[in-house]
């Protein structure tokens, strides 16, 4: 949750799901490198924030991007209080790696 420049950190999910397809993606990568077609040239990590004006409204997205984990109704209850009681917004924080492949001849 962001109020006022800081962050408090409220839970973490179960994205196996997700971590999976993740893993699977990387594994290809790594196999056309490995064989000789590409090569990386460029590597960068970043975090992918996504804000909301409530929890109910992340869950609400959650829902329509057909999202199929488990989301704990004591993480909704207690960011839903505090955003009610001390203001701010809802964030979600993302890690990603992005990489630029360069396709050898």
């Known amino acids: 949750m962001w109020q006022e420049g ?4 409220l839970g973490h999910l179960d994205q196996e799901e997700d971590i999976q397809d993740i893993l699977e993606a990387r594994a ?8 000789g077609w ?12 996504a804000h909301f004006p409530s929890a109910d409204d992340w869950v609400a997205y959650q829902a329509r991007e057909g ?15 505090l955003l009610e ?14 990489s ?3 396709r050898l001849p």
């Open 28 to 35: 290809r990568l790594d196999s056309v490198e490995g064989d």
């Open 67 to 81: 999202y199929s984990g488990e989301i704990p109704a004591e993480l909704i209850a207690t960011a839903n209080r």
């Open 100 to 102: 630029v492949l360069k």
């Open 6 to 9: 800081r962050v408090d950190r």
């Open 38 to 49: 590409y090569v990386t040239e460029r590597r960068r990590f970043f975090d992918l924030l």
């Open 85 to 98: 009681t001390e203001g701010g917004e809802f964030v979600v924080r993302e890690p990603i790696r992005a």
